[in-house]
């Protein structure tokens, strides 16, 4: 076990390494700028996610063997990594981390708010929950590592489907970790049980110091007004706490530290963090434009991430929407934001609920 555990730990390292690589091409494009590798690796996570949705979504609807999704993201991700990232340093300084303003009190806060998340990872491992779902999932993750295909056969029973089911088969987040299931020789139980779930608690951990950040009020006076890393790390510690003693059935953190390897655990975790730190930002009035993309940034990803997020961050967006037009008026120009934000979302609840007529 101990030689699977160094293994789980490296490829968790090397998730965190293609989130934080992906987060460069944002500063050009979008002109995101970033304040530390916190919100360096929720963004890439989310461009991650999405750009993979583009490549594999068509792919499954073409019933195309599963292998070639796997050669076509290795190039796509050389090319994207090895070719474009270092042209975007040389010529806009992409990648660049920000120290400063640590001192050693920030120091000490952020490295214990570090050992509360890794323990809480800790403790996700050492779940073993089973039941349908995760029979299911992982079922369909081994499927495909067998059958060579996607969502061409059940994930329970393994029997030939009738038709490719797109409750699943519109969101690519099972696909992507198959794919580092085939070329590391991972099985699938493996991945979810000491990857996928560790790596849920990291990334919410990183959204809920995002958070921290976001909830930060510059009207304090004092010490707290000064260190704002000191009260996102601080605001991480009490949710660990919280999310280790409160992980009743069907709470987010149920979801994070049992089920993590399901989508509905990064949506509840990630994808709705990501929002609500965006939401609040907007509502502060603090570098609107910016955090309109980030918004849109976590709106785009949120289904390539989960299927619960079809629907769910829609309402998310609308009541934002709504709070923000109550707050400070601007009507129109509100409503076109947040329906381009959530433009993709409805443009796949609308797929998904044709093909339940069909």
Request: proline share 3%; glycine share 4%.
């Amino acid at each position: 076990m101990t030689v699977v555990y160094i293994k789980a730990a490296l490829v968790i390292i090397l998730f965190l390494v293609l989130f934080y690589l992906a987060s460069f091409i944002l500063e050009p494009v979008l002109k995101l700028s970033f304040n530390d590798i916190s919100d360096r690796l929720v963004c890439g996570c989310l461009i991650y996610f999405f750009v993979f949705e583009i490549i594999c979504v068509p792919m499954i609807m073409l019933k195309q063997p599963f292998h070639r999704l796997v050669i076509m993201w290795l190039v796509l991700l050389f090319l994207w990594f090895l070719v474009l990232n270092p042209l975007l340093v040389f010529k806009h300084g992409c990648g660049r981390i920000s120290l400063q303003g640590i001192n050693i009190i920030s120091l000490i806060m952020i490295t214990a708010a570090t050992a509360a998340v890794v323990f809480l990872a800790a403790v996700s491992v050492c779940q073993r929950y089973t039941a349908w779902d995760p029979g299911y999932y992982i079922g369909t993750m081994n499927t495909t590592l067998f059958t060579d295909t996607m969502y061409l056969y059940d994930g329970a029973d393994g029997t030939p489907e009738e038709y490719i089911n797109l409750r699943y088969a519109l969101s690519g987040f099972y696909m992507q970790f198959c794919i580092f299931c085939s070329i590391l020789s991972i099985h699938a139980r493996t991945m979810a049980w000491f990857i996928m779930r560790p790596l849920c608690v990291i990334m919410a951990g990183l959204c809920v110091y995002r958070l921290g950040c976001a909830c930060h009020n510059e009207l304090w006076t004092g010490f707290i007004r000064k260190e704002r890393r000191v009260f996102a790390a601080v605001f991480v510690v009490i949710w660990a706490g919280i999310s280790l003693y409160w992980s009743g059935t069907h709470t987010t953190a149920y979801f994070m530290i049992v089920r993590g390897y399901e989508a509905k655990g990064w949506c509840a975790n990630v994808v709705i963090a990501a929002v609500l730190c965006a939401a609040i930002m907007l509502f502060k009035r603090k570098n609107e434009e910016e955090w309109w993309k980030r918004l849109s940034l976590a709106c785009f990803a949120s289904v390539p991430i989960s299927m619960s997020s079809m629907a769910l961050v829609p309402a998310c967006v609308a009541i934002m929407a709504l709070t923000l037009i109550a707050r400070y008026g601007q009507l129109q120009k509100t409503l076109a934001r947040a329906t381009i934000c959530v433009l993709p979302n409805v443009m796949i609840m609308a797929v998904y609920l044709a093909s339940k007529f069909r």
